[in-house]
């Protein structure tokens, strides 16, 4: 069993020394700056902006040049003609609008049934600045005591807007026994058209004429019926009603 007195007493390496201090008798301590170890392996990666890259920005600048609209494309230089009349042909027309631009192609747009002109035609101009200058000259001008609208096509129906008008079209039964409707309103529809007529005979069809190229009614329409008697009958009830808050005006077409 160990005395008392060796408990006490410290070890040997822990005496005192009189030629060294008692401090050197502690550990050293060794302060350094941590050594950055843990991703030495790792692969080094570069990070710069998506804007910042050349490449990526010339293909973002295609892209959006992609969607701008052709100023040179047919549909800028395409002019729609309305009320001529009926006695203008594509010689005629092409002589008119050639005074005031170069044509690339002028024609007048006829019924598929009777031959007779309906009344509006299209000209589809060399350049932009030959349809804004026919636009200009020809707008609100008359020829053959009718004045005439003479505007740059709009834009192209959607695809749905499209096949809507398309089967709308379709649907339209044409007849020798017509008439054609004037001064339209705007909200006059092909159904209201026809539900109006049908009032006082029995309709075979109708349809509201478009702007081409667009759903915006032209203004007019025709209503077909399967006798002259139904179309003196129509003529005489209804030239000159109100509808949608117009006066029509009705005659054979």
Known sequence: MASISSLLSPPNNLLYNPTKPLISLAPKLHFQTPKKTHFQ??????????ILSPKRSQVLFAVA????????SEAARKLYIGNIPRTVDNAELTRIVEEHGA??????????????SRRFAFAIMKTVEDANAVVEKLNGTEIGGREIKVNITEKPLSTVE?????????????????VYVGNLAKTVTTEILEKYF?????????KVSRVPGTSKS????????????????????????LLEGQRIRVNKA
């Open 103 to 116: 044509v690339e192609k002028a024609e007048v747009m006829y019924d598929k049934f009777s031959g007779r």
């Open 218 to 241: 032209s203004g007019f329409g025709f209503v077909t019926f399967s006798s002259d008697e139904d179309v003196e009958t129509a003529i005489a009830s209804f030239n000159n009603t």
């Open 65 to 72: 040049e992609e969607t701008q609209v052709d100023v040179s």
């Open 198 to 206: 049908s009032e006082k005979g029995k309709v075979l069809s109708a």
């Open 41 to 50: 392996n790792l692969p080094s990666f570069t990070f710069s902006p998506l």
């Open 162 to 178: 499209s096949s809507l008008l398309q089967v709308e079209e379709s649907q339209f039964v044409d007849s020798p026994h017509k």
